[in-house]
């Protein structure tokens, strides 16, 4: 482990150095002007001339295109003719109100409550059908028949013989028995102002609906409990709504809930929630709601079907435009507007969709100006530029890849990792699996900052040796680990820095079999075996893989 710590200081002195060669190469890449074509964006120069696509002159780039790396938040510059062209239009980020939507079905039904059944109370025959077809509509107070019955011509003549003889408790009961048999109070006022017997007592509605069923002819005999004819009122009318099971939790009697009728062309907001059922039905695995709907021009029929929105959770969110929003693997973003034709992409997390509008939970403060209209065509700029920046960094040797300070500490980490199993073998000593994770977590964090150029590679492979070293039991598995693990950064060491892990007191070797390990320089130590035959490979700029290599048989 002093080795190690030896090998860190020394690293670090070094590092800062790099940072400071890193800082000072941005400054000067950034005072130079770049040139693009008007025709081809995506092709960019760092001299005057032609467009090598067309043949236009190439124009200078006004504030660059997307720049990689830290400084990617500058985002995308477009000069104003390109804006123009691709018909830029920009909303801010606005707060609006609203929550969960809910979608369902739902049909019209009668409500029951307005429904009114005009039974008798006594045997009898319809004398006088005055409404005699069912759909005849009818107000209050309007006649619908009149009805003879001999029981109600007697207890008539009781009440009138009461009046006359002037006991008020002999009238209270002759009254009371009239109305127990089910004689109207307008016709019991009748009777007591005029103090004649009706033969046939008329039966009037009372309520204004429309009479839903009839049973009565003119002449019917009619028993006690038997029901002439029903009234139904259309004024208002219920909704039966089919919950499913799932969203039966995010609907209460507070939730807001909008009807559409498709056949009609009518939409009502805010309508009332009357029932929920506490039950789901095992059939259909949903519950019943129950909504009220004001109906006074009888427009809306029972057996109507409808749209049904429900929303739950109302509450002020963060929101965009829906086509505001892109998507790609990574998730959600916008194209965000800067000022002065920058853009820029910015990662967002996403949440309730609502009429056009999408939650934002994060990634966006209220006011930000985000691209709605010609976002597509801003995309594919940066998007074709970058390609062509990957492109270009794939192609870089790792000799002249530009690496900051804080990547080439992970990939020290690394090498650090090898340095540590190799000095575990040597000591007769199974390595522990747990001091390899730094050396793991610095890998994935290289791999993603990398991507796109020779080093992603090597940080991949390093990873896949490290996958399963907590199953490995014997030395042979060590030893398999520690070879596959500095096969991985060898490119990085040999061709990448040969020069900086030289300085750092590293030294390199492989065996015949391409077995290789990486220790402090001095007396050759093989982990491999005394009778496995090594050689150096010299850390050096100049001769690389070509320089004289000097065997050591152990």
């Known amino acids: 482990m002093k080795l190690i710590k030896q090998f860190q200081a020394t690293r670090a002195a070094l590092c800062t150095l790099t940072l400071l060669f890193t800082l000072l190469s941005g400054f000067i890449h950034a005072a130079e002007t770049q040139y693009t074509c008007p025709m081809h964006p995506h092709y960019i120069s760092d001299s005057f001339g032609t467009c090598p696509i067309c043949g236009m002159d190439l124009v200078e780039l006004e504030g660059g295109a997307v720049i990689e790396g830290d400084e990617a938040e500058h985002g995308l510059t477009l000069p104003p003719y390109m804006i123009q062209r691709t018909g830029v239009r920009i909303k801010p980020a606005e707060t609006a109100y609203f929550g969960r939507s809910i979608r369902s079905f739902g049909e019209v039904v009668v409500n029951q409550r307005l429904q009114t059944d005009v039974s008798l109370r006594v045997e009898g025959w319809i004398e006088e059908l005055i409404v005699n077809a069912e759909g005849d509509e009818v107000e209050p107070e309007s006649l619908l028949f009149r009805f003879y019955s001999p029981q109600l011509i007697a207890a008539q003549q009781d009440y009138i013989t009461a009046l006359s003889s002037g006991i008020t408790d002999r009238v209270r009961v002759t009254e009371d028995r009239l109305r127990s048999l089910g004689v109207q109070k307008k016709v019991v006022e009748e009777i007591r102002n005029r103090r004649q017997i009706k033969p046939s007592l008329p039966y009037y509605a009372?309520?204004?609906?429309?009479?839903?069923?009839?049973?009565?002819?003119?002449?019917?005999?009619?028993?006690?409990?038997?029901?002439?004819?029903?009234?139904?009122s259309y004024e208002k009318v219920w909704v039966r709504v089919n919950l499913a099971e799932q969203d039966i939790s995010f609907v209460n009697r507070e939730s807001r809930v909008d009807v559409d009728f498709p056949s009609i062309g009518i939409h009502r907001e805010n309508v009332t929630i009357d029932y929920i059922s506490p039950a789901v039905e095992e059939a259909t695995r949903t519950a019943q709601m129950r909504l009220i709907l004001e109906n006074p021009d009888g427009i809306i029929r029972p057996g109507t079907y409808v749209d049904v929105t429900i929303m739950s959770d109302i509450r002020p969110r963060l929101a965009v435009p829906y086509e505001s929003v892109l998507q790609n693997k990574e998730g959600s973003y916008v194209i965000l507007e800067r000022g002065d034709g920058t853009y820029q992409a910015r990662e967002i997390l996403t949440g309730l969709q609502y009429k056009g509008l999408m939650e934002v939970q994060a990634g966006l403060a209220e006011g930000d100006q985000v691209v709605v209209s010609g976002q597509f065509l801003i995309d594919s700029e940066s998007s074709l530029r970058e390609s062509f920046r990957r492109m270009e960094k794939l192609a870089l040797s790792l000799a002249e890849l530009d690496v900051s300070e804080h990547q080439l500490v992970l990939?020290?980490?690394?090498?650090?990792?090898?340095?540590?199993?190799?000095?575990?073998?040597?000591?007769?000593?199974?390595?522990?699996?747990?001091?390899?994770?730094?050396?793991?977590?610095?890998?994935?964090?290289?791999?993603h900052e990398m991507k796109?150029?020779?080093?992603?590679?090597?940080?991949?492979?390093?990873?896949?040796?490290?996958?399963?070293?907590?199953?490995?039991?014997?030395?042979?598995?060590?030893?398999?680990?520690?070879?596959?693990?500095?096969?991985?950064?060898?490119?990085?060491?040999?061709?990448?820095r040969p020069r900086y892990y030289n300085e750092l007191g590293l030294a390199f070797f492989t065996t015949e079999?391409?077995?290789?390990?990486?220790?402090?320089?001095?007396?050759?130590?093989?982990?491999?075996?005394?009778?496995?035959?090594a050689r150096e490979i010299p850390l050096d700029d100049n001769n690389l893989k070509g320089s004289e290599e000097h065997s050591h048989a152990q």
């Open 452 to 496: 796109g150029s020779r080093l992603a590679f090597v940080a991949e492979d390093f990873l896949a040796t490290l996958q399963d070293r907590a199953g490995i039991m014997t030395f042979s598995g060590w030893r398999e680990l520690l070879a596959g693990s500095v096969e991985a950064i060898e490119p990085w060491v040999l061709e990448g």
């Open 513 to 533: 079999d391409r077995r290789s390990w990486i220790q402090l320089a001095g007396d050759i130590q093989n982990p491999f075996g005394d009778d496995v035959t």
């Open 206 to 232: 009372e309520q204004k609906g429309s009479v839903e069923n009839i049973s009565i002819r003119q002449g019917s005999y009619l028993r006690p409990g038997a029901i002439a004819m029903r009234i139904q």
């Open 411 to 447: 990939l020290n980490h690394m090498v650090e990792g090898t340095l540590y199993v190799h000095e575990e073998l040597i000591a007769g000593r199974l390595p522990n699996p747990q001091l390899l994770d730094v050396a793991e977590q610095s890998a994935q964090k290289l791999y």
